[in-house]
């Protein structure tokens, strides 16, 4: 009797090859990953939104900078960025062209992230509102990494606080 419960299981375990049966369904990714992929490309997409908004905020051409990150940044960033912004203002400051961002990277762990890049500020200069160049700090010159804190907040991605990205990234 045990040993013909032993052949029924190994028979119901071993059953037919599905492999060439057009129907079998084909695998596919895990629900975790595709989450994790759609989370990595909405961060990017977040991230790129941010960097604009910081462009722009600090181009001048902005009258409520801090309306500009609405959605893309959590407070305390809304309120760093539209601080600079308004120094700028008060100093008669703004910053001309773009930076340029390479090496994209992001990582997701549950409900938190990291998105790390290189900029490139050389061509994002500040100036005078009169049109007279300022010269740059010499760290602005050069490709550097920044290192952003991914927040999910009501569903959405937020650029948090900015994280020293020490000897980790170069540029």
Do not use: K
């Not at 061509?123 to 550097?144: C, D, M």
């Amino acid at each position: 009797m045990i040993g013909l419960a032993c052949i029924t299981i190994v028979a119901a375990c071993s059953g037919d090859d599905d492999a060439t049966d057009p129907a079998a369904p084909e695998p596919t990714a895990s629900v975790s990953e595709t989450t994790a992929s759609q989370d990595e490309e909405e961060i990017r997409t977040v991230f790129e939104r941010y960097v604009d908004a910081v462009v722009e905020a600090q181009s001048g051409a902005s009258d409520d900078p801090a309306a500009l990150f609405e959605g893309l940044a959590t407070e305390s960033t809304i309120e760093v960025n539209a601080g600079i912004a308004s120094r700028y203002a008060a100093q008669g400051i703004v910053r001309v062209g773009a930076p340029v961002i390479t090496d994209v990277n992001v990582q997701v762990v549950d409900r938190s992230g990291v998105v790390s890049a290189c900029m490139d500020e050389s061509e994002w200069l500040p100036q005078l509102t009169s049109g007279e160049e300022i010269p740059p700090a010499p760290e602005q010159l050069e490709p550097h990494p920044v290192v952003y804190e991914m927040v999910q907040s009501d569903g959405s991605w937020l650029v948090g606080d900015p994280i020293e990205p020490g000897g980790t990234i170069t540029c």
